[in-house]
């Protein structure tokens, strides 16, 4: 059976290469005595006790900043818990809560490489997309903060990486992209990574946009949740109404929102989104839906996701070349804007519709689709079919699409848009392309330390930054 004084002495060897001094001992010796016996009073084994005890012990001087300060030392042996030589640690450990204002100065780009390929491929599961610079930011710092948490606590860098890319799985499903593509069926296309060509005549690096590859474990023909109701209509295709003057429904509930990825490389990710007729009735059919989602679905900065323009040769990549070498990935922390940003003091650029809101529920409402505060919005496939849209109590952005000649009023303020195959909506590939300039994204990226593929192994608590 163990002392306290001894399990202490032993723990702060393992994780802090030294003896404790008085002080810690006097301090951690009596919290390891007294967790061990409230676990005995719970009914532990003493064994299981001493575990108990111990693992809690060995939780805070994994979090303590000396811990980290060892292992993310030049001196530490990194091959003793499996690090590769290229992984890069922050400077600084994020313990619990949300990341500070200034975390893109911390992003490195040559870690952010080794997770691209995990995190496309998430973003192609959970939204149908693609993953780009902005997004490759913020889950590469993420992955970095937790990779580097759990090494403090002991796991090794294998473990390290699964049980931190599980909290950017369960955060990607938290967000709005991923919510709206399991309701809608998709949210539109990705966006672009800026990667490092070259340099110029005066040594500065040279840039170029490109898409990654959609995942291959995407759907190719997903089809949302959003239902449709069938209403009865009467000979001259009205509804027909009961006494209380309600529309008297088929009990025919639908999910519509059915699309298909179409091969296509001149699409970013390499996949045209196209929408497949829902059938109305007999041999008819209606698209009606689903123009109104290409229309007026914008990411949550305003801009639509639908509009791209046609790629070049190569413009969509393989995320696996940025771990073998053939690219490196372009972080905003090292480009000119974000330089200056940083010098500035000024990260409005990297923080602006990233937070997950709290007081936004995007399963209850219908987001990113330009309803206004409170608007219900009831779209008409046609054939009796009715879909309703619910705006959030917070206005979003103007519907794009808001003919008079499509719309008429009905009870209680609602809008209806009746089908109208003169009125249809374009599709994105008809629309004119504007290109949306982002800052040039630069950064020096280093290669070929992890290929590893990513499996999730199961849920698990949240370290680093969340």
Do not use: C
């Not at 046609?382 to 009870?411: A, Q, R």
């Amino acid at each position: 059976m163990a002392t306290g004084t001894q399990v202490v002495q032993a723990s702060f060897n393992k994780y802090l290469k030294r003896d404790p001094a008085q002080a810690g001992l006097d301090y951690w010796a009596p919290e390891w005595e007294s967790n061990k016996q409230a676990a005995i009073d719970g009914g532990m084994s003493t064994a299981q006790a001493e575990a108990v005890a111990t693992a809690s012990l060995e939780k805070n001087l994994g979090l303590s900043s000396e811990r980290f300060d060892l292992i993310s030392s030049d001196d530490f042996d990194k091959s003793s818990l499996g690090i590769p030589d290229d992984f890069v640690f922050h400077d600084e450990n994020v313990k619990v809560g949300r990341r500070s204002e200034d975390w893109a100065a911390d992003v490195v780009s040559s870690n952010v490489q080794t997770y691209l390929e995990d995190i496309n491929d998430q973003y192609g599961i959970q939204q149908g997309n693609v993953v780009g610079t902005e997004g490759g930011d913020w889950w590469g710092y993420q992955m970095t903060q937790n990779i580097q948490s759990h090494l403090a606590l002991g796991d090794d860098y294998n473990t390290a990486y699964d049980k931190a890319m599980e909290t950017v799985v369960r955060d990607i499903g938290l967000n709005t992209g991923a919510i709206n593509y399991e309701k809608y069926g998709t949210i539109g296309y990705g966006s672009p990574l800026e990667i490092i060509t070259g340099t110029d005549d005066q040594g500065d690096h040279t840039f170029e946009q490109k898409y990654l590859e959609l995942s291959d474990l995407a759907d190719l023909n997903p089809t949302g949740t959003k239902t449709s109701e069938q209403f009865a209509l009467d000979e001259d295709g009205s509804f027909v109404l009961d006494e209380a003057g309600n529309k008297v429904s088929t009990g025919n509930i639908n999910t519509p929102f059915e699309w298909q990825y179409v091969p296509d490389d001149s699409a970013p990710g390499g996949y045209r989104i196209t929408p497949v007729a829902f059938n109305i009735g007999g041999d008819q059919t209606s698209k009606v839906g689903h123009n109104f989602i290409m229309d007026n679905y914008v990411d949550d900065s305003g801009k639509s996701t639908f509009i791209y323009s046609p790629l070049g040769p190569d413009g969509n990549i393989n995320a696996s070349g940025f771990t073998d070498g053939t690219y490196n990935y372009g972080a905003w922390n090292q480009t000119p804007a974000g330089l200056a940003d940083i010098a500035a003091g000024s990260y409005v650029n990297k923080n602006k519709d990233k937070q997950i809101s709290s007081n936004f529920d995007h399963t209850k409402y219908d987001s990113n689709l330009g309803l206004g505060a409170n608007q219900n919005l009831m779209i008409n496939w046609g054939g009796g079919h009715l879909t309703g849209f619910h705006g959030s109590p917070n206005s979003t952005f103007p519907l794009k699409t808001f003919d008079p000649d499509m719309m008429m009023m009905g009870g209680g303020g609602n809008n209806i848009i009746n089908v109208e195959e003169s009125q249809k909506s374009t599709t994105a590939a008809d629309r004119e392309f504007k290109q949306d300039i982002r800052g040039e994204i630069s950064g020096q990226g280093k290669k070929g330390f992890n290929t590893m593929k990513y499996k999730p192994t199961g849920n698990i608590s949240t370290l680093g930054i969340v």
